[in-house]
Antibody
Framework: EVQLVESGGGLVQPGRSLRLSCTAS????????MHWVRQVPGKGLEWVSG????????DYADSVKGRFTISRDNAKNSLYLQMPSLRPEDTALYYC?????????????????WGQGTMVTVSP | SYELTQPPSVSVSPGQTARITCSGD??????ACWYQQKPGQSPVLVIY???RRPSGIPERFSGSNSGNTATLTISETQAMDEADYYC?????????FGGGTKLTVL
């Protein structure tokens, strides 16, 4: 059974940092691209960032480009999102998501399996 | 930036066919995916590459994509299908979601 368990969320003041983690199990982690997708409670989905199977390519939404950094450690079956300089508009539930394919910049990808999410709240 | 437009809501009677549309410029030239999200739960992939169903998704769910419109069709709709549905595509830069459609089964 595929499991994706996120951690690292919480309440933080604007301008502070958080690092989200996701631990994966139940599949061959280094065969697949991975992503972070966020959702403001009661609102729609927003793709945040993706990373290919071997970290060879990364991609970011314009809203976080230059601020957030995605990374992975295949030896630890783990995905990360470093989020410095947080803003109130970054407040959301952050999902760790497994792709159906190994690379991220492709029209054949899909957000196949989702974790339960970790909540990030940015407020004074 | 690329945009995908969905109707905010669709209603259907149990046993009938529900159709949810997703519109975007030349969307038919891209692959469309669909996700189902029930209240308090994480999204679930129900259709990928326009019309392929992941393992475990009922055959009642099907998809099509042509021109500027992708369509998710749910045949013989059941009460358990009531949920928010999101379309998604890759515009060669970002993975873009539609705003979501609330499907009500009444």
């Amino acid at each position: 059974e595929v499991q994706l368990v996120e951690s690292g969320g919480g309440l933080v003041q604007p301008g502070r940092s958080l690092r989200l983690s996701c631990t994966a199990s139940g599949f061959t982690f280094d065969d697949y691209g991975m992503h972070w997708v966020r959702q403001v409670p009661g609102k729609g989905l927003e793709w945040v960032s993706g990373i290919s199977w071997n970290s060879g390519e990364t991609d970011y939404a314009d809203s976080v480009k230059g601020r957030f950094t995605i990374s992975r450690d295949n030896a630890k079956n783990s995905l990360y999102l470093q989020m410095p300089s947080l803003r109130p508009e970054d407040t959301a539930l952050y999902y760790c998501v497994k792709d159906k394919v190994a690379i991220v910049k492709t029209h054949t990808g899909a957000f196949h399996m989702w974790g339960q999410g970790t909540m990030v709240t940015v407020s004074p | 930036s690329y945009e995908l437009t969905q109707p905010p809501s669709v209603s259907v009677s149990p046993g009938q066919t529900a159709r949810i549309t997703c519109s975007g410029d030349k969307l038919g030239d891209k692959y469309a995916c669909w996700y189902q999200q029930k209240p308090g739960q994480s999204p679930v992939l129900v259709i990928y590459q326009d019309n392929r169903r992941p393992s475990g998704i009922p055959e009642r769910f099907s998809g099509s994509n042509s021109g500027n419109t992708a369509t998710l069709t749910i045949s013989e709709t059941q009460a358990m299908d009531e949920a928010d549905y999101y379309c998604q595509a890759w515009d060669s830069i970002n993975r873009v979601f539609g705003g979501g459609t609330k499907l009500t089964v009444l």
